[in-house]
């Protein structure tokens, strides 16, 4: 549990970025809250190795069930990206 309880649990969230960096830290804050996350990044094996580092700060947690791999962002590009990870 985090020090500030954000009501999280069961809510998703996406990170873009998120295999690094302060963008890994916050998906790991989020996860620590209970939120489940999608990461996404172009690198897929720094994307997979966080992914990973995730699952194992949290035994037992299913909460980074996702990393998508993505090389450019474009604006249409987000809605399936959102679509797939209700």
Avoid at 19 to 36: F, K, S, T
Avoid at 51 to 58: G, I, Q, T, V
Avoid at 62 to 78: I, N, V
Wanted: glycine share 10%; aromatic share 2%.
């Amino acid at each position: 549990m985090s020090v500030l309880d954000l009501e999280l649990t069961g809510k998703r969230a996406v990170v873009t970025g998120g295999n690094r960096g302060i963008r890994l830290a916050a998906a790991r804050a989020l996860m620590a809250d209970g939120c489940e996350v999608a990461l996404v990044a172009r690198d897929k094996e720094a994307l997979d190795a966080a992914r990973e580092s995730l699952l194992a700060a949290a035994p037992g947690r299913t909460g980074a069930r996702r990393g998508l791999r993505r090389d450019r962002p474009r604006p249409r590009a987000s809605v399936p990206l959102i679509d797939s990870f209700r």
